[in-house]
């Protein structure tokens, strides 16, 4: 036995290294760069001063670095009156959100520019108290529905506080924290998936042997009498089923209100997660 | 001890039952006779039963115990003059020197006329070859044990079985459920109703076969299962010359117990499938009065083999009616680590390629 777990710990690991020597692309320690590469445009929009005027620059400058650094645009945008514009005066405060937050994104510069095809950008309108993320293609898989979920779970005391200095900070250094820990993520789901792949080969190969080990079975005690019922035999005198109680339980289901949803728009997937605070 | 042996009138060569043309033959000169000729010489013997002779010439070994010596009979062959010692309930051998067919009435004396006995069918030849296939397309067998397979022993065997016909009045009571599930507006509802599920009513069960013989093993007779008794015939010993027979040595009463749970299983079940309509249902009562019981004592025919390999034997068995074989047989630890090994890997890596075929194309 110590052999075959030998040889099975073997192939794993030669699996392990195989898949990240492949597909680990990602995670090459030289060159982190996530996205595709980040432009030069404004990253952070401040329409009506939200954000202090001594942070505002700072925070300019560290969503430029960010974004330079890993190759992806990270935007935030703090707006007030969203719901005037026609185009978002829909029912669904949310769903305004998240479909102004994506035209942003995609909406082209005066110089027929546009933001990056990965990135991510941070949608705050003061008039319905909504915010949402949305993470665009690539980025879609570094910053996760859950990732997005608990960044708006860590702003939600200073949204309260109106303390949106602490809410931007909150949103760079987790998205940076994010981008940073992309690459032994990466390593750490392969290895996940290889681990996975290996236990699934293990369960086949114990079906099939177990198959090919029963064929070696032949004998076994008869605890059943069915090859010896006379046939026509059987005879139902009473059948009678009486109902007793009933039991009902009701489970939440999992849904993308105030969640997660996912958008095409302008030749980009978006998937994001929005919430009111 | 009363010894048997059917001399052919024509060449005086020892005559056996012939499970091909179903007749008594005399293997060197070919002569067939019918068993209504031989009747008459099983009654003429019946009717000349000498007692058992226990006294063991100990000059040569050590005296048996009682208890021992209670358990055997000696024969002298009256073809060859070997002397043997059989276990006392054999009712019917050969000769292990000349192959003399012999039976011994006196395994009978004391005991019961089997009801009926059911003549074998199928020969030696035919169990050699349900013993090749047998051993074909078992991937972990050992090479080794098909290669070499020296079969120790192949063995026709009337085996005594106890013949149980009964029917079952049941009343059952189950605890049935039926689930319903679905969605309502955010939520997922699991509605479960509960029944009480009665049921009653009566079957019939026939010629439900329970090996009487302590040597063979329950599972073994159980596996070659089952015997068309429609084949059975009046017992006549002519039926046994040239295979062994047992004796019973369990009696009705001590093997009614597997014939009941063998019953009692299949009642049950058959009333549960006049409730499929529900998601799950467990037993909460099952009343089985058992009526018009019968007991029948017969004779079926069995083919046993042995052999033995890395010093574990292995017993295999065929009906000697239906050519149903059964018998475990050995697994190769190293090729079922082989193919645990080739197995995991080819799953793996199936699995692997699946995933990545359903990645690329977006399904993951």
Redesign the interface.
Known sequence: ?K??FG??ML?SLL?VAASIFLFGGEAKADDSKIGKGATDYQKLFDFDDFISDEKEAEFESRLQALSDKYGADVVAVFDIDRPARPEYNIPDELEATELYAIDFYNEPFSDGGRYSDDGIIFMFTMADRSVSIQSVDVIGDVVTFDDRESILDDMMTDFHNNNFDAVLDIYINEVEELFEGYGSRVVRQWIF??VI??V??????????SV??G????????????????PG?????????????????????Q?S?GGGSSHSSGGRSFSGSSRHV | MALLEYKCPCCSGAIEYNSTVGKMKCPYCDTEFEMETLKEMDDAISEDTINDDLSWDTKAGLEWGDAEASGMVSYECKSCGAKITFDSTTTASSCPFCDNPIVMTAGFVGGLKPDFVIPFKLDKKAAKEAFNK?LT?????PRVFKDQNHIDEIKGVYVPFWIFDS?ADANMVFK?TKVRRY??G???????????????????????PVDGSEKM????M??V??FDVKDGVEFQSAYLAGYCADKYDVSPEDSIER?N???R??TE???RA??SEYTTLSTEANNIKLSNGKTRYALLPLWILNTTWNGEKYVFAMNGQTGK???????DKGL??K??????????????AG?FLLHFIGLL
């Not at chain 1, 064929?215 to 006379?230: C, F, H, N, R, W």
Request: proline fraction near 1%; aromatic fraction near 12%; charged fraction near 20%.
């Open positions: 036995m052999k075959i040889s099975l192939a699996a998936r290889c792949f290996l699934i080969g293990l369960i086949i190969g114990l079906i099939r042997v090919l080990k064929q070696l079975k032949s004998v076994a005690i008869k605890t059943e009498a069915s090859d010896y019922i006379v035999s059987f005879n139902l005198r009473n059948s009678r089923d009486f109902f007793l109680y009933k039991t009902v339980s009701r489970v939440r289901r849904s209100s | 047998h397309g078992k991937k972990l067998l029917n049935g969605t309502s955010q939520y997922d509802v699991t509605e479960t109703s509960y029944y009480r599920v009665l049921r009653s009513g009566s079957m019939a069960f026939a010629n439900i093993d329950d599972a073994l159980d596996s299962e089952p014939a749970r063998r019953i299983n299949s079940a058959a009333f006049t409730a074989f059964v018998g475990n047989l050995p697994c079922y680590k193919f645990l090994f080739t197995g995991t890997l080819v799953g793996t890596a199936v699995v692997a995933w």
